[in-house]
Antibody
Framework: QVQLVQSGAEVKKPGASVKVSCKAS????????ISWVRQAPGQGLEWMGW????????DYAQKLQGRVTVTTDTSTSTAYMELRSLRSDDTAVYYC???????????WGQGTLVTVSS | EIVLTQSPGTLSLSPGDRATLSCRAS???????LAWYQQKPGQAPRLLIY???SRATGIPDRFSGSGSGTDFTLTISRLEPEDFAVYYC?????????FGQGTKLEIK
């Protein structure tokens, strides 16, 4: 079956970087874009960006431009989200999701909690 | 950037009731590229509706979506106990994609 399995929880200090992985299975990885969405504790969903594994095209939320990079490794069907210069308000659950051809998110990973604390 | 505003913030209803959730966009959503997701505590969101009115695979027909342009609605015809959750709308018609702030559907 189609699934996305994310890496485990992380604890980082302010100013550090974090890289979350998202391994896809059950479909041809290069066919669909992967989105990243985060959710701060008790808050709503925030779209971060997406990547098309076929050609590496990306699009990012304006507020995260310059701090976030999304990449893929097609040989292992894995997507990565790196967030730099972490701040306390980056503490959140980070989700990857497989998009449809038009952009809605069909399949979601289980989420990765990233805690930023000194 | 398209801002989505959901109302009400919280909706208190009983099982068997009809629920109507609203999502209003700050500008027209291209091609009705509007989705609805359900999220329960500790779980990832689940796709319910895409293209404003198409039900995702496996979603019961008590869930329906409607609307176009800037006004969209999610209707749950007869609430089941498992429907009490938080619901989000999302537009994916233009970059950046955006989510509404959510409507919490709670048991009255």
């Amino acid at each position: 079956q189609v699934q996305l399995v994310q890496s485990g929880a992380e604890v980082k200090k302010p100013g550090a970087s974090v890289k979350v992985s998202c391994k896809a299975s059950g479909y041809t990885f290069t066919t669909y874009a992967i989105s990243w969405v985060r959710q701060a504790p008790g808050q709503g969903l925030e779209w971060m960006g997406w990547i098309t594994p076929y050609n590496g095209n990306t699009d990012y939320a304006q507020k995260l431009q310059g701090r976030v990079t999304v990449t893929t490794d097609t040989s292992t069907s894995t997507a990565y989200m790196e967030l730099r210069s972490l701040r306390s308000d980056d503490t959140a659950v980070y989700y990857c999701a497989r998009e449809s051809y038009t952009g809605y998110s069909i399949i979601w990973g289980q989420g990765t909690l990233v805690t930023v604390s000194s | 950037e398209i801002v989505l505003t959901q109302s009400p913030g919280t909706l208190s209803l009983s099982p068997g009731d009809r629920a109507t959730l609203s999502c209003r966009a700050s500008q027209s959503v291209s091609s009705s590229y509007l989705a609805w997701y359900q999220q329960k505590p500790g779980q990832a969101p689940r796709l319910l509706i895409y293209g404003a009115s198409s039900r995702a695979t496996g979603i019961p027909d008590r869930f329906s979506g409607s609307g176009s342009g800037t006004d969209f609605t999610l209707t749950i015809s007869r609430l089941e106990p498992e429907d009490f959750a938080v619901y989000y709308c999302q537009q994916y018609g233009g970059s950046p994609y955006s989510f509404g702030q959510g409507t919490k559907l709670e048991i009255k």
